[in-house]
């Protein structure tokens, strides 16, 4: 359970939060109330950081979980949207206690059995999904305060140690994750870390996007682009299978451009076993971060998502486990296919499957992934 402090503790260590000149703006743009996100969480301060770029863009993150709360961007008319879940509060996320945002880690995606050897000598990891350990369980790093320097207008920097043993993990990981907002409207995501212990390492950012800034709305109509040839099967209960099969005359083939739910009604056990769209895909070109490797659009809104990235795999969520039981901002319901992810990580499973990149940290190593989210209009 998460320990909040007294008022008075909650205000002196607010007090104590540099936020970089940052202080003016209490109410975001997207209409978020700082206040609401400041308080005193396991002995950590938190807060709503606001980055701004010169074309009028705003990113609010909190370093509760170094997650992304919402991304202000305008559609094609000019109107500005917020086009992520999330909450309006740090008392919402701390109820929740859900990934919407988050920085995922120390592992993402799912380890078989909650069980992985590493040098020799097998750990284990809270299981939380059907029998696996699913985002390093249900105290990962997006229930953790980070440490948080605001650097610029436009960045933030948010730092955490995982301590030897949390979560099951070997070796103190010490991460940095580095949000920018860059002028043309893009969310660049830099991930390092370091390790005094081999260990394994698999983070993303796990947004929920709504590309019309309406949850009300489905994303059953946006059309999705993913540079992918091959992607990895999963078994009845999510987890990858250690194959990676032709996307070729499948519903897993989005070479050519084509709306979510377009093949979502098919009889395939892929799109049984995952709810609709959730397995990953093998980049066409991993390690490329020059490149987009997927992109989203809405028809409706005009706003385009281009996805850059170093990872060998994209994780493509359409959305299917929201059931309507989480009430998000402004007090709407998010339901079923009302958003949809793109993780850029290590394969699921990989520290089981010597087949896939590897995902061990050795001391001395330093952990780098990079993630582009490039937001633009078309007409």
């Known amino acids: 359970m998460k320990r909040i402090l007294p008022a008075a503790a909650i205000l002196c260590a607010a007090l104590a939060v540099s936020c970089a000149g940052n202080r003016e703006a209490e109410i975001s743009e997207s209409g978020l109330d700082r206040a609401k996100f400041r308080t005193v969480v396991d002995g950590k301060p938190t807060d709503l950081y606001i980055l701004k770029n010169a074309a009028g863009m705003e990113v609010c993150l909190s370093n509760y979980g170094a997650r992304i709360v919402s991304v202000w961007v305008p559609d094609r008319k000019g109107d500005m949207k917020d086009v992520v879940l999330g909450f309006d509060s740090i008392g919402a996320y701390l109820a929740a206690r859900n990934n919407m945002g988050a920085s995922i880690g120390r592992y993402a995606g799912r380890i078989a059995h909650g069980k992985a050897v590493i040098d020799g000598k097998e750990y284990e990891f809270p299981v939380n999904n059907n029998g696996h350990s699913m985002h390093s369980g249900p105290d990962g790093f997006h229930t953790r305060v980070f440490d948080a320097v605001q650097k610029s207008p436009s960045q933030v920097a948010f730092s955490y140690r995982a301590a030897d043993g949390e979560c099951g993990y070997p070796g103190n990981f010490d991460v940095t994750v580095t949000y920018t907002l860059t002028d043309d409207n893009a969310v660049d995501i830099l991930y390092e870390g370091t390790t005094d212990k081999t260990t394994i390492v698999n983070m993303t950012n796990h947004s929920f996007f709504n590309l019309d800034g309406d949850p009300n709305r489905l994303n059953t109509e946006y059309v999705v682009w993913i540079d992918a040839d091959r992607f990895a099967p999963i078994d009845s209960t999510c987890l990858t299978t250690g194959e990676l099969v032709p996307v070729e005359g499948t519903p897993m083939d989005f070479r050519t451009p084509a709306a979510i739910g377009a093949r979502m009604g098919e009889e395939n056990d892929q799109l049984r076993y995952g709810g609709g769209y959730d397995q ?89 992934s990079r993630c582009i989210y490039k937001f633009s209009v078309e007409e």
């Not at 994780?315 to 402004?330: E, R």
């Not at 993780?343 to 001395?364: C, H, I, M, T, Y």
């Open 280 to 368: 990953t895909w093998a980049l066409n070109a991993p390690g490329d971060a020059g490149r987009p490797c997927a992109s989203m659009y809405s028809p409706h809104s005009g706003i385009r998502l281009d996805v850059y990235t170093t990872e060998p795999a994209l994780q493509f969520y359409a959305g299917g486990s929201l059931n309507g039981t989480v009430t998000g901002k402004k007090g709407i319901v998010y339901n079923r296919y009302c958003a949809a992810c793109l993780e850029s990580q290590k394969f699921p499973d990989s520290a089981n499957k010597p087949q896939w990149p590897s995902s061990v940290l050795r001391p001395g190593e330093t952990f780098t």
